[in-house]
């Protein structure tokens, strides 16, 4: 049982746009930043989204992320067959440590 | 080029011990804060601990008084020392650099993982 909360799918076709939705309590996303992060199948996780909505470089623009209140949200526009993967929400607890969603797979139709 | 190389894992009894290890290179663990993540088969991440420049360390409810987490200065390198493992802990366990802070104070506190490792497999098993 994730503390965050997310749906564990999600799809689209190519060019479409989606978002994944991430829901927290006051101790999390409520009081501290949101990241993202994006699993291709097989591989390490990598950084998607910081701090809300920054990109680290090298993340394209498609790529975007909001906050409200204690929700959050990815939203990835002209969806491509390369962004089939696992994507995780995550935010620093006010107990003390870090909490994920439980994950949503995203599968480009 | 800033890396993380995880190594240590294995097949291990339950109740028996192992240590992972987190070496870096392109830039120092002892001026950054280092996290560990996990990933049982076929789950999601699992924050685990975090070490932080000034040697606080932090921890899951799921592994505290169980797992320690160290660092190495002179070799660059943060270690997971794991002990009293359980099937539970049957994971992929990633190192990640690991920044974290206020953006104001009082105020939100980011904590976001921007380097992560190929990560080591702990299977926990008679």
């Known amino acids: 049982q994730s503390v965050l909360t997310q749906p564990p799918s999600a799809s689209g076709t190519p060019g479409q746009r989606v978002t994944i939705s991430c829901s927290g309590s006051?101790?999390?996303?409520?009081?501290?930043?949101v990241n993202w992060y994006q699993q291709l199948p097989g591989t390490a996780p990598k950084l998607l989204i910081y701090?809300?909505?920054q990109r680290p470089s090298g993340v394209p623009d498609r790529f975007s992320g909001s906050k409200s209140g204690t929700s959050a949200s990815l939203a990835i526009s002209g969806l491509q067959s390369e962004d089939e993967a696992d994507y995780y929400c995550a935010a620093w607890d006010d107990s003390l440590n870090e909490v994920f969603g439980g994950g949503t797979k995203l599968t480009v139709l | 080029e800033v890396q993380l190389v995880e190594s240590g894992g294995g097949l291990v009894q339950p109740g028996g011990s192992l240590r992972l290890s987190c070496a870096a290179s392109g830039f120092t663990v002892s001026s950054n804060y280092i996290s560990w993540v996990r990933q049982a088969p076929g789950k999601g991440l699992e924050w685990v601990s975090v070490?932080?420049?000034?040697?606080?360390?932090y921890y899951a409810e799921s592994v505290k008084g169980r797992f320690t987490i160290s660092r190495d200065n002179s070799k660059n390198t943060v270690y997971l020392q794991m002990n009293t493992l359980r099937a539970e802990d049957t994971a992929v366990y990633y190192c990640?650099?690991?920044?974290?802070?206020?953006?104001?104070?009082?105020?939100?506190?980011?904590?976001?993982?921007?380097?992560w490792g190929k990560g080591t497999t702990v299977t926990v098993s008679s």
């Open positions: 006051s101790s999390n996303i409520g009081s501290n930043t």
């Open positions: 990640a650099r690991t920044l974290a802070g206020h953006i104001t104070v009082p105020g939100p506190y980011y904590y976001y993982m921007d380097v």
């Open positions: 070490i932080y420049s000034g040697d606080s360390t």
């Open positions: 701090s809300y909505n």
